[in-house]
């Protein structure tokens, strides 16, 4: 009796320790382009700043139980791009700037987890609210000299075979003479369906072996639209994570999944140094991860979520040189500087003459509250005439498309001013080599704490996950 009691025991714990040391069957990998320590707590101390309070409120991802710093030089420089930094979260090993998923011999192919899940018959996805072959998304799958060379990452996007990719569109799908076959041609023949919009996603995923989701109408900025700026029907990453959820539980239920979301316009809102863009793309990036977190609360055992950085971007400054900050003023700005460039162009357009002062002062008061909710000086109104005079001041007569070139001065302008009134700085339209976050939750997130190098993490996912 006693025997068979010891035997049952020894069996219980025998399936107790390998069940223990089973890692997540659900790994969610975030990465924020651009999103430095700071750019974190900016958008909390607005969060709390926009209810009348000091202090901060904060974001979904930052309550996760643990947290640490990263370090992110390149093996060329102590600033990295996102090319380097992109290939040593997804691979583990450091390479020269605008290098993508090969060593600094810029030749040996690196191996992602991306590819090692795969290879264990894992289901993957990969998404971003840039394009699908830009840097970091291209980092998890490509291997090549440069990461401008969209075609080439495009090409190997299809050979990857990962069943899902989500994002704005291919950035280059045709070689310059056009003589090989278009991305979106070998993406067909690889077996992939390419569906436009959230919608036609719902209506086609279960018909379909592997799927790229693009947004409904390609932008010309290659990217979805700035959380700022986006309309009805345009597609959010958001959207992308929760159809990345739907396809891999949906076409290989007992496997788990890997998946790579990108919140890629953090960094594009940092280098154009736009406060109001930089702010809704956290939000942004935050709604993405509750997507995540609300699937980790159904299965918590089996969910690892790590959000992390490739680097940070614009220097960003939680001061202007005075003992607080005004972060409140940014809920004013309605549109990106692109989208307001855009915008003034369109109205000189339709109205065929060059905007009068008033008129650009009432679409200013509109789009950035100037005036009107956020307080001027007297220098800052001059400043924005004198840039008035200078760009539009050619006189009233007939404008013909293309003839409004300069708007962007104005729009730079009024994104400095905006950054004056909310107290805050950048220090470069580049990337800065600062720390950057991690923050995890769920199985195996007790590892991502203290410091640790960039390609520490992918190693630690490797590990805990089994790839
Ligand atoms: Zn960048």
């Known amino acids: 009796m006693r025997k068979k009691i010891t035997l049952v025991l020894a069996m219980m714990l025998l399936i107790l320790t390998a069940s223990a040391k089973k890692g997540p069957k659900y790994v969610f990998y975030f990465i924020g382009d651009g999103m430095g320590t700071n750019q974190v707590m900016g958008v909390q101390y607005y969060l709390q700043d926009v209810e009348g309070k000091y202090g901060f409120k904060p ?59 795969h290879k264990k018959g894992i289901p993957v996805a990969i998404g971003t609210s840039c394009s699908v072959d830009h840097a970091t998304p291209g980092s998890f799958y490509g291997h090549t000299r440069h990461r401008n060379m969209y075609h080439q990452i495009g090409t190997q996007l299809s050979e990857s075979g990962f069943e899902f990719f989500g994002g704005a569109q291919f950035r280059s799908p045709m070689t310059r003479d056009d003589s090989d076959e278009g991305n979106y041609v070998q993406a067909e023949k690889a077996g992939y369906t390419v569906v436009r919009g959230y919608d036609e996603y719902k209506e086609k995923a279960k018909s379909t072996d592997k799927i790229i989701l693009f947004d409904k109408e390609p932008k010309s900025e290659n990217a979805l639209a700035y959380a700022i700026d986006q309309k009805e029907g345009d597609l959010k990453l ?36 736009d406060p109001g863009a930089y702010i809704q793309e956290m939000l942004d990036f935050d709604e993405a991860i509750k997507v995540a977190y609300d699937f980790y609360l159904k299965h918590k055992k089996e969910t690892l979520i790590v959000i992390t950085a490739d680097h940070e971007t614009g220097g960003l400054g939680l001061t202007a040189g005075d003992y607080k900050t005004n972060l409140k003023v940014l809920q004013y700005q309605k549109m990106s500087k692109t989208a307001f460039s855009e915008h003034l162009k369109k109205m000189g357009l339709e109205i065929g003459d060059i905007l009068t002062w008033d008129e650009v002062q009432q679409e200013l008061k509109e789009n950035f509250g100037f005036w009107d909710t956020v307080e001027l000086t007297d220098k800052q109104t001059d400043r924005l005439r004198s840039v008035y005079v200078e760009t539009f001041g050619m006189g009233p007569g007939e404008l013909k498309e293309g003839e409004y070139f300069e708007v962007e001065k104005l729009t730079d302008e009024a994104a400095r001013i905006m950054t004056e009134a909310a107290q805050i700085s950048w220090a470069a339209g580049c990337h800065s080599g600062s720390y950057v976050p991690v923050f995890a939750i769920g199985a195996g997130a007790e590892l991502f704490t203290g410091q640790m190098d960039n390609t520490e993490i992918p190693m630690k996912i490797k590990k805990l996950a089994g790839y």
């Open 59 to 117: 974001l979904c991802f930052t309550q996760f139980p643990y947290s640490g710093l990263v370090v992110t030089y390149s093996a060329n420089s102590d600033v990295t791009d996102s090319s380097a930094a992109g290939t040593a979260l997804a691979s583990g090993e450091k390479t020269d700037n605008n290098v993508l998923g090969l060593l600094p011999d810029k030749e040996t192919p690196v191996v992602t987890i991306a590819e090692m899940a």
């Open 238 to 273: 958001a959207e992308i994570t929760e159809a990345a959820i739907d396809y891999l539980t949906m076409k290989n239920p007992k496997k788990g999944f890997f998946m790579m979301m990108e919140g890629g316009r953090i960094d594009n809102a940092c280098h154009a140094n």
